[in-house]
């Protein structure tokens, strides 16, 4: 499994982005999809993620109402509208991926197999 994250950039505070994460995988829906994140000298974070064939999408509560994570099965590719952007948002961005479909470790980044190779969100004040 390959991923190619796109579409970082940067905006000012209450600006918006989208990003684009390109899976190269047969049976996309059977994954669990996350977007992760992390700033400098800070660990890696959940943001928000999929867990296979489930619709529902589930966020950090530092996102909630800002983001949105959206995936195409069939373009294999997972999306994260950011809008309301804010400096705190500020990091590199990662998608990641894993066959496994288990809530209590979507949120663990140990937990996944495969990684895109990040995307940096610059927001200024």
């Known amino acids: 499994v390959q991923l190619q994250a796109s579409g970082g950039g940067s905006v000012q505070a209450g600006g918006s982005l989208r990003l684009s994460c390109a899976a190269s995988v047969r049976t996309f829906s059977g994954y669990t999809m996350t977007w992760f994140r992390q700033a400098p000298g800070k660990e890696r974070e959940f943001v928000a993620g999929?867990?296979?064939?489930?619709?529902?999408?589930y966020y950090a509560d530092s996102v909630k109402g800002r983001f949105t994570i959206s995936r195409d099965n069939a373009k294999s590719t997972l999306y994260l509208q950011m809008t309301s952007l804010q400096p705190e948002d500020t990091a590199v961005y990662y998608c990641?991926?894993?066959?496994?479909?288990?809530?209590?470790?979507?949120?663990?980044?140990?937990?996944?197999?495969?990684w895109g190779q990040g995307t940096q969100v610059t927001v200024s004040s």
């Open positions: 990641a991926a894993t066959s496994r479909g288990i809530l209590s470790t979507l949120k663990i980044p140990s937990s996944y197999h495969y």
């Open positions: 999929f867990r296979p064939n489930n619709s529902n999408p």
